[in-house]
């Protein structure tokens, strides 16, 4: 069936670090990708998202490519902030009209000073 | 505008009681969906609704857990003769008159934890 698969954390790194989260799929069509951030206590926040193969998606300096051919989706920062620490989950669409998201595990970050 | 708003945030019941979990969705919404995060694991789908209708509970278990969204007033889970393995974060998103598609953005609340005891 339909699933996202990401890396296991925790990811501990030191401000200014470089950050990879990975993130892979397995689905029929062609879906929309997407990373969502929980900061704590809150809820999920759309971080970025692409809808289609060889789209990047960027926001607040993370960055993510569709790559079709080897079904991925990996998060990237070049910088990480302390402020970043959080669960950042990727998930899919199917893009159909009121289908659900399909989520991964979720990766916790916690960056620090 | 505010968010979609869930409540209660945390919830403590003991095994066998009612638990019920109310989402209220952005203001012109009216598309609902309810997830249940179990510890270690990722945001499982549970049920899809608009106003008065329940268009997916493909992801609802069969006994004990119903779902509505009412005409007027916010959407509601419910979970009776609530047992340990209810344990979880049950989230809540909504999406505008066109539902989500990928090319919608769908808001979460920011959850409610129910613990039972």
């Known amino acids: 069936g339909d699933s996202v698969t990401q890396m296991e954390g925790p990811v501990t790194l030191s401000e200014e670090a470089f950050l990879t989260i990975n993130c892979t799929y397995t689905a029929t069509g062609y879906p929309s990708l997407f990373w969502y951030v929980q900061y704590p206590g809150e809820g999920l926040q759309l971080l970025l998202k692409?809808?289609?193969?060889?789209d990047k998606g960027s926001n607040k300096g993370f960055e993510a490519t569709y790559r079709k051919e080897t079904t991925s989706f990996h998060l990237e920062k070049g910088s990480v902030q302390v402020s970043d620490s959080a669960v950042y989950f990727c998930a899919l669409s199917l893009n159909q009209a009121g289908t659900a998201l399909i989520f991964g595990k979720g990766t916790t970050l916690s960056v620090s000073s | 505008n505010a968010g979609v708003m869930q409540n209660p945030r945390h919830l403590v019941r003991r095994r066998g009681q009612e638990a019920r979990l109310r989402c209220s969705p952005m203001?012109?919404?009216?598309?609902v969906y309810w997830y249940r995060q179990l510890p270690e694991e990722g945001l499982k789908f549970m049920v899809y609704l608009q106003k008065e209708n329940i268009i997916d509970e493909s992801g609802m278990p069969k006994e004990r857990f119903s779902a509505e969204f009412p005409k007027e007033g916010p959407s509601i889970l419910r979970i009776q003769q609530v047992v340990r393995g209810d344990s979880a974060a049950y989230f809540c998103?909504?999406?505008?008159?066109?539902?989500?598609?990928?090319?919608?953005?769908?808001?979460f609340g920011q959850g409610t934890r129910l613990t039972v005891v």
């Open positions: 998103a909504s999406s505008p008159p066109n539902p989500f598609s990928g090319e919608t953005e769908a808001f």
């Open positions: 203001k012109g919404h009216s598309h």
């Open positions: 692409a809808t289609k193969a060889d």
